[in-house]
């Protein structure tokens, strides 16, 4: 298997203009969650989805974030309108219920 | 009050020491234990689980007390290779679904 997959690595934008981030868990995987990392928070969790159903989204910081999950293979992260105080790492993880979390090498984002 | 807390560091140790990391949790309901190791500009990759009695892989041993709510890491024989940045992490499951949160992480630079 590859992994989870992440697209795209790096993605540089201009505040205002909308971002939108893909994963790809590990078939077979019925959690995915969305990480956001920076140097003076760390790793926040976004939101998760169980079996393509978003399960808590209480991490997503403003109405500017949403996540989908569509099918069991394919999840995304918009932003819009972009800031750049949304600038950081976006992680992609997914899992089988309580087992080892498998993350996805990450999208640098900065918005300028 | 943070769900999952540790101590930043950065724990500056010689090669060869011994090397302790505490962390602490909120959730009296948590119910899995992690350890995650993730090297500067990559994502966190599994280090070991942390189970009531205890673990241990090679050098590595994990520690669990329910009644104070902490987990501590203790690395033994530091290698510089061991340079990174632990996570603990907590999951909390609740029905099918599962929340990893995780803590901000303790650096640890071992050197010659």
């Known amino acids: 298997d590859a992994g989870v997959i992440q697209s795209p690595r790096h993605e540089v934008t201009e505040m205002g203009q909308e971002v939108t981030l893909r994963c790809k868990p590990i078939?077979?995987?019925?959690?995915l969650f969305w990480y956001r990392q920076t140097m003076m928070r760390g790793l926040e969790l976004l939101i998760y989805f169980n079996n393509n159903v978003p399960i808590d989204d209480s991490g997503m910081p403003e109405d500017r974030f949403s996540a989908k999950m569509p099918n069991a293979s394919f999840s995304t992260l918009k932003i819009q309108p972009s800031e750049p105080r949304d600038s950081a790492v976006y992680f992609c993880?997914?899992?089988?219920?309580?087992?080892?979390?498998?993350f996805g090498q990450g999208t640098r984002l900065t918005v300028v | 009050r943070k769900e999952v807390e540790q101590d930043p560091g950065p724990f500056n140790v010689p090669e060869g020491a011994t090397v302790a990391f505490n962390c602490t949790y909120s959730n009296s309901a948590s119910q899995s234990f992690f350890w995650y190791r993730q090297d500067c500009r990559k994502e966190p990759k599994l280090l070991m689980s942390v189970y009531s009695s205890g673990n241990e892989d090679g050098r590595f041993t994990a520690q669990l007390n329910r009644a104070s709510q902490y987990i501590s890491l203790l690395i033994r024989d530091s290698k510089l290779s061991d340079s990174a940045t632990y996570l603990c992490?907590?999951?909390?499951?609740?029905?099918?679904?599962?929340?990893?949160?995780f803590g901000t992480g303790t650096r640890l630079q071992v050197t010659l």
């Open positions: 078939s077979g995987h019925n959690s």
């Open positions: 993880a997914s899992s089988q219920t309580a087992f080892e979390a498998f």
């Open positions: 992490v907590v999951n909390i499951e609740g029905g099918t679904a599962s929340k990893l949160t």
